[in-house]
């Protein structure tokens, strides 16, 4: 037990002594008594009542010095307890933090005399019982610290029998009107001079004992050096909560505050478990120990492993608690296990340390591996001739049943792999424990209950009250034995009655209740008597009722436990709140104000929650204490927050992002308290659960409008965006349900746009809390009643951008994390989750309430075998929603949980099956090989059986099993010896196992691994096939006979073109004809109706749940609602339009639309959410995916393609305003502006040379055909000097003077356009005299298009886009960038290369000399490429300077990464962009000119950000 306690208090000993001299504190406090001790050692005369000034100082320096030396104290006696060394100080400290709290007491002027008494009675008994302890320590008993604590005792006894005569007095008549608070001026006197007396004798004391302990110290100092290299070494045992307490939580996840058993009890009961634990016969690995709340089974548990300890037999225990977030679950179960496995079993430390190491890198962990890797797999290394023990408590507390399931399966599974080792278990008998245990041979102890051991619980609990109440005055030994009586065996109820009688004022009283008590009451009934009585002994002042209900509210509610200081933070000053939690001692268990109280137990949270008749007057309304909860965190957070709450963001540096903060956490709490943390927390939750008054509403509104920000900021810097999104989802929830007559509309739409604000912007304020204020806020739509104010309160915060604002709130949720196109959304059948999949082999599970993550995102591998694409397919939910599934490269099969997205089972393994189908239930699968198919039980995973031998040469393409999990339809292809192969499809029975036909198709199934080609009806009676002719067939789902040939589909892959009525009498699919939808009967396959409507092919289908409605999606971006009896169209539920799509789905109840657009992102719409502040998407505008075709310098335009039209927008970069569009008849795909500004051409794929007027935008020539071939790519671009235009496409090359327009040059690549040998890049160099261009035949050419000669050369093979440029002061030397280097190149009679630079990963565009040809910059990099040669790197901590006003354009130093545009110079992240820009491609979506950067919005709108205030502030010195 020792060791247990030794390194756990050793950093906090070392953190304390950097802080505090131990010398500096002795001698100061010794010097206040130096002076005053010949005076006062040795004499009890009454002292005048005011103090001598060398002995108080000011009465703030009185305060320091008391609080200073119970600081000091305390966290000797905690070190004291961790080791033998320094044991001695135990007792002498424990005494000495007693005395300095009762001298805090006394120091109360309005203290009454009888509690003065009370408390001096209790404290003297300690006293002499640790003066006996102390004479016999030798190490401590030196004659100056005997001395010093017989005089502190006899003035102590002199004061407590002057008390006590006042209280004779009293009782006499003499003084009347004494009260628990209010005494007379005269008491007021008397208690002021026995203060003075024990404030004299208690210093004198402490001086003298600071002296000895210092001394003990310092001969111990060698033996904490020892022992902190191996404490900095381990795992942190403590963690942090969300509002800031440290230390509480391992605190109790170890059981370090759970009483012992007392010495000769529970005899039975501990004989039983050791010799189980010894008995080295018995294979049940597994004590459980079970019986009602309240029968000592923690104590037991905690008993057993301190014996464990002390015998080095423990190897870990957890103790799970409703008293600390982190005990009800079991997220750190396994973690806490495994660092106190390192502490018991030291010869493991290292071991544990690499496997938690290992485990905290991955991304992803289960409970079952993480079980394995840090307890058995640990526990195999183990060398012990012996038995070791892991010990469970409480499991009943983990409040989530699947992980209770999960701890108790984990357990069954590897504790027959370790032999050695077994688990002491305990929890009340719960019937999901009891289920999960009682078929498990390795359980022992299950039919032992702690109340019928042999009725031995009377003689346990009379030993336990007689040790516990042994010293207490006035309490016989009959008083004893009714306690015993009344108990009934309920430990819970015995130790209850001792804490009240220990902690109490008022024993007499609270006896005489006992005594009231009828010993025929129930258990239940006895304890609501006894919370009854603590609850009103505490009450000695009923005025003062409301006070102490105030403090009790708050601990009950509470969402974390909270301490007595942070509760004093939230109710008046006048509430003396450490008062009342000691007042309540017999039920609420404080070590300290400035550490969490916790109830004691459950029961007593139980009784004050129950109803008014059964709380008797002590009822905690849950809403109205939630309301003053709320009201007084919002309060403490308006005097706090504030913008940039730590002042952080200084000139200097670039805007930090929060991982690039040192010391982040440390920040947070050094300059934040728990009261603080905690408001900041869980303010939103409180105002969620309260009654939503009025006035409550009106400081909800008035905070978000006022310190929203501010709170998101705070937030943050915590980590904790995602508490906040809770808190405010809940909000948003109860403020929708709980309506508020008056100017509800206004009112909801705050917290609504607060809800979104949030959501919306997550991923950017999670990365850089003062982003909150920039970007964030920026891109937050103007029409807001909140964010207007926001907006110009914090202007000089946002950097200077150029766009058309974002008027009105859509009623959507922007989700984002996918980095490649998006193949898959589907929802969970009650609507509460979104699942979603991506082409990265990234699956993400979202709540379609909050718009957070579910869990952690399940990334598939980063660089698979080409034939296992697609990473994550074959993705489902279970029919009750509550699993999901899905299957990854290479084969494994995932099923989790829909809640927390947490596995259900590790990963099961089948790497040789090809294709999968999961039950409906999800209770089995369906594996197939190339010959076979397999059921495996999912449950154990296996049980297999093959259901039938598939013929030779049979490719499984799609198999699919029925609702009600009897049919099976397996569709493939069969190989024939010529080589040529047809369609086959199967159909089985499952109970009983049977082949039920097996036919040829028409044609072959798609044979991609992810495309879907069967369909079920509901009731399994019909279903459908479509094959790779997009054919479709309706089969009998009975016989598998084939109905009708339904024709041909338009069907694109990844969709799903048949859909079934849910009533079971219609279907609906795609036809041939593009935009077209065909209803039919199920039973007959017959036509009924044909829906017209959509202009483009339909993608989605979805029957309403009544079927009398059906809703489809297109790629036209609109949504269409058909009436299927009367085939026609009705009012859409989305009018708006969608833009473009590459997934979609509706929930069940249509309630719910999501969509995923090019950008990789996902649209999440609410279409019930009600019109407050929220609007459907933009009706008149269909949003499509722009490209940046050309930029014009001389005058700010940007030409703008769209690519669902051949037309080109031009925009005025300095207003965010279009100047107009030309149409074109074929694809744009290139824009030229001249340097000049004056005119743009045009490059078309039909290989088009088009010149326009820039101000007019009218055609002024059409320069023809530069090629015969049509294709989407080339380029077309002017001369440095306006004079030439130059036009590459599909290997041919032509010039044309810019002037004229007549043709002077032209190149027809040798290499052809069948072999797409055609050119990639041309360059004009500065004074138009040399031109350069690659082909694709690994060509060079350079050409003098004036005189039509060249020189070329063969160039290394390349991979990727080819940039060049010529030097602007030496058009010889060209610059060309090629697979990661850039060559440069000496242009004479032939090419010569001068130089090559290797670069890293990252294509930045087009390279660029500055303007004095001196220095070459790509991207963010920079080379001296003058002198001296090689070219050296830049190295200046700003640009050259001659890229400042280049006669082009200003070179950009500028780029974009992760999400955010970085700097080169100074270097790092400079700003991040919004969530829906953050999928950029550089080349269609990106410009940097200077210090500005240029990108597009959704609805292809220039969006310029001017970054130069930025950058000036961050190189300010």
């Not at 033998?84 to 001298?103: D, F, N, Y």
């Not at 004479?135 to 029998?161: G, I, P």
Request: proline fraction near 5%.
């Amino acid at each position: 037990m020792k060791a247990r306690f030794r390194r756990k208090k050793m950093k906090k000993m070392q953190q304390l002594s950097e802080s505090i001299s131990i010398e500096a504190t002795s001698e100061n406090l010794s010097s206040r008594v130096d002076d005053n001790r010949s005076t006062t050692l040795g004499t009890t005369d009454v002292l005048a009542p005011q103090a001598p000034a060398g002995l108080y100082g000011s009465s703030k320096s009185y305060e320091n010095t008391r609080d200073l030396a119970e600081q000091f104290f305390m966290a000797i006696k905690e070190v004291s307890e961790a080791t033998e060394l320094l044991s001695p100080l135990k007792s002498i400290c424990a005494l000495m933090v007693r005395g300095i709290q009762t001298i805090r007491s006394a120091n109360n002027n309005l203290i009454a005399w009888a509690d003065l008494c009370e408390d001096l009675s209790s404290h003297l008994s300690d006293m002499e019982h640790y003066q006996m302890e102390l004479q016999e320590s030798s190490s401590l008993s030196d004659k100056s610290s005997l001395e010093a604590l017989e005089f502190y005792l006899r003035v102590t006894k002199d004061v407590l029998e002057k008390a006590s005569m006042a209280i004779r007095q009293n009782e006499s008549g003499l003084f009347p009107g004494i009260m628990h608070v209010g005494v007379t001026e005269r008491e007021k006197e008397d208690i002021d001079r026995q203060r003075v007396r024990l404030l004299n004798a208690w210093q004198v004391y402490t001086a003298a004992m600071s002296r000895t302990i210092a001394l003990k110290l310092r001969q111990t100092g060698e033996y904490l050096k020892k022992h902190q290299t191996y404490d900095e070494a381990m795992p942190a045992r403590r963690i942090q909560d969300n509002y800031g307490v440290v230390g509480s939580d391992f605190a109790i996840a170890y059981g370090e505050k759970v009483d012992l058993c007392e010495e000769g009890t529970r005899v039975e009961i501990l004989g039983a478990i050791r010799e189980w634990g010894n008995d080295s016969q018995t294979t049940r690995q597994i004590f459980w120990l079970n019986d009602a709340a309240g029968t000592g089974k923690s104590t037991i548990a905690a008993t057993m492993a301190k014996e464990w300890s002390l015998d080095k037999q423990l190897a870990g225990r957890f103790f799970f608690s409703p008293n600390s977030n982190m005990t009800q679950t079991t997220k750190e179960f396994c973690r806490a296990i495994a660092e106190d496995i390192a502490i018991n079993q030291p010869m493991l430390g290292d071991d544990v340390r690499d496997a938690i190491k290992a485990v905290s890198v991955e991304q992803h962990i289960w409970f079952d591996v993480q079980l394995r890797r840090l307890i058995f797999d640990l526990l195999r290394r183990l060398e012990a001739d012996n038995f070791v023990f892991l010990v469970v408590d409480a499991l009943d507390n983990c409040v989530r049943l699947e992980e209770r399931t999960e701890v108790l399966n984990g357990f069954i599974r590897y504790l027959p792999s370790v032999p050695r080792v077994k688990l002491l278990l305990t929890s009340r008998p719960i019937q999901d424990i009891a289920d999960t245990l009682a078929p498990s041979p390795l359980v022992h102890g299950s039919d032992i209950q702690l109340l019928n051991v042999r009725h031995s619980y009377h003689r346990d609990i009379n030993i336990f009250v007689e040790k516990r109440l042994f010293n207490l005055p006035a309490i016989s030994r009959e008083h004893h034995k009714m306690i015993v009586e009344r108990s009934g065996g309920l430990f819970l109820y015995a130790a209850t009655v001792c804490r009240m009688l220990e902690k109490s004022r008022h024993r007499p009283d609270i006896l005489k209740v006992l005594s009231d008590i009828g010993v025929t009451d129930k258990l239940e009934r006895q304890m609501d008597i006894l919370y009854l009585s603590v609850l009103k002994q505490a009450l000695i002042d009923k005025e003062a009722g409301y006070m102490m209900m105030s403090v009790l509210s708050m601990i009950i509610v509470a969402y974390q436990p909270l301490s007595s200081n942070t509760i004093s933070r939230f109710l008046p000053e006048n509430i003396y709140v450490d008062d009342f939690v000691q007042d309540l001692g017999g039920v609420l268990k404080d070590g300290h104000p400035d550490r969490p109280i916790k109830v004691l137990h459950p029961t007593f949270r139980e009784f004050v929650l129950s109803n008014e008749d059964r709380a008797n007057g002590f009822l905690v309304d849950p809403g109205i204490s939630a309301s003053s909860l709320a009201s007084a965190c919002i309060s403490t957070l308006e005097h706090i927050l504030e913008e940039d709450l730590f002042q952080l963001d200084k000139p200097g540096h670039l805007p930090w992002r929060n991982a690039d903060i040192p010391n982040l956490e440390t920040i947070v709490h050094k300059f934040t308290t728990p009261a603080e943390r905690y408001a900041s927390a869980f303010w939103a939750h409180h105002v969620a659960t309260s009654n939503l008054s009025s006035e409550l509403w009106s400081t909800v509104i008035n905070f978000l409008s006022q310190r929203l920000l501010n709170w998101v900021e705070l937030m943050s810097w915590r980590g904790t965006i995602g508490l906040c999104i809770e808190g405010i989802s809940r909000l948003r929830e109860a403020a929708d349900k709980q309506m508020i007559n008056d100017g509800t509309s206004q009112e909801l739409l705050v917290i609504r746009q607060a809800h979104q604000f949030i959501v919306h912007h997550q991923s950017l304020i999670s990365d850089s809390a003062l982003q909150t204020y920039s970007i964030a806020l920026f891109f937050t739509p103007a029409q807001s009643p909140i964010f207007e104010d926001y907006r110009k309160r914090y202007s000089g915060r946002q950097p200077n951008i150029v766009t058309s604002y974002v008027t009105k709130w859509e009623d959507q949720t922007t989700l984002g994390g996918h980095s490649d196109t998006i193949n898959h959304l589907i929802f969970s059948p009650d609507g509460s989750r979104l699942m979603s999949v991506g082409m990265d082999g990234l699956l993400q599970l979202w709540s379609t309430e909050t718009g957070a993550l579910v869990g952690k995102p399940f990334q598939g591998m980063e660089d698979p075998p080409p034939f296992y694409q697609p990473q994550v397919r074959r993705c489902a939910f279970s029919q009750d929603g509550k699993r999901f599934s899905f299957f990854s490269c290479p084969n494994e099969l995932h099923i989790r949980f829909s809640h927390n997205g947490e596995p259900v089972i590790p990963p099961l393994e089948w790497h040789w099956a090809k294709y999968f189908a999961f039950s409906p239930t999800m209770s089995f699968v369906l594996l197939v090989d190339d010959f076979s198919v397999h059921r495996r039980e999912i449950k154990l995973g296996h049980g297999s059986h093959q259901i039938d031998v598939l013929e030779d040469k049979f490719r499984v393409c799609d198999i699919a099993i029925s609702p009600n999990c009897n049919r099976v339809v397996c569709v493939g292809s069969v190989e024939h010896n010529d080589l040529k192969k047809t369609g086959r499809a199967f159909l089985w029975q499952l109970e009983p196992l049977a082949q039920i036909s097996s036919y040829d198709l028409d044609g072959l199934p798609p044979s991609s691994p992810d495309v879907v080609c069967i369909a079920f009806s509901l009731d399994s009676n019909r279903f459908a096939i479509w094959l790779q002719s997009n054919d479709a067939l309706l089969c009998d789902g009975q016989s598998g006979k084939e109905i009708e040939n339904m024709g041909r589909m338009n069907y694109r892959e990844g969709t799903k073109p048949i859909t079934f009525c849910p009533l079971n009498h219609l279907l609906a699919h795609t036809d041939r004809r593009a935009g077209d939808i065909i209803v039919r009967e199920q039973k007959t396959g017959k036509k009924t109706s044909v829906l017209q409507g959509h202009k483009r092919s339909v993608i989605h289908l979805s029957f309403s749940s009544d079927g009398k409605k059906l809703v489809s999606v297109s790629f036209d971006q609109t949504v269409r609602v058909w009436d299927v009896e009367a085939g026609g169209p009705l009012e859409s539920i989305f009018p708006g339009y969608t833009g473009t799509i590459h997934a979609c789905s509706f929930s069940d109840d249509w309630r719910q639309f999501a969509s995923a657009a090019e950008n990789d992102q996902i649209r999440l719409y609410n279409l019930q959410a009600g019109a407050i502040g929220q609007s459907a998407p933009d009706s008149t505008k269909p949003m499509h995916d722009y490209a940046i075709l050309g930029v014009a310098y001389a005058d700010p335009l940007i030409a703008i393609r769209s690519q669902s039209d051949s037309g080109v927008a031009l925009w005025d970069t300095t207003t965010g305003t279009t100047k107009g569009r030309i149409l074109n008849q074929d694809y744009v795909v290139s824009v030229a502006f001249s340097p000049n500004g004056r005119i743009f051409a045009t490059l078309s794929d039909s290989s088009t040379v088009r010149i326009w007027n820039v101000m007019n935008l009218v055609e002024t020539n059409d320069l023809g055909l530069i090629a015969f071939y049509r294709q989407k790519s080339g380029g077309i671009f002017f001369s440095q000097d306006s004079l030439l235009l130059c036009a590459f496409h599909t290997g041919n090359v032509r010039v044309w003077d810019a002037q004229t327009m007549t043709p002077i040059f032209y190149h027809d690549s040798p290499h052809g356009i069948m072999e797409y040998q055609n050119v990639k890049l041309c360059a004009f160099s500065f004074d138009s005299t040399r031109l350069a261009g690659v082909d694709r035949g690994n060509q060079l050419y350079v050409w003098n298009p004036r005189t039509n000669t060249s020189v070329q050369t063969t160039i290394p093979k390349y991979y990727s886009e080819v940039f060049a440029t010529f030097s602007p002061v030496d058009s010889s030397l060209l610059a060309a960038v090629l697979s990661q280097t850039i060559f440069l190149w000496r242009i004479d009679e032939e090419l010569q290369v001068v130089a090559k630079i290797s670069l890293g990963k990252g294509i930045y565009g087009m390279p660029s000399f500055s303007s004095d040809g001196k220095y070459l910059a790509y991207g963010p990099l920079c080379w001296d490429v003058v002198t001296p040669l090689p070219p050296q790197p830049y190295t200046g901590d700003s640009p050259p300077s001659s890229f400042d006003g280049h006669q082009l354009q200003a070179y950009s130093f500028l780029f974009y990464k992760d999400g955010w545009i970085h700097s080169a110079f100074p270097d790092g992240p400079l700003l991040p962009l919004p969530t829906e820009f953050r999928s950029i491609e550089l080349d269609r979506h990106w410009h940097a000119f200077g210090e500005s950067v240029l990108f597009m919005n959704k609805l292809g709108e220039p969006v310029v950000i001017d970054c130069s205030p930025i950058l000036a502030r961050a190189r300010q010195n």
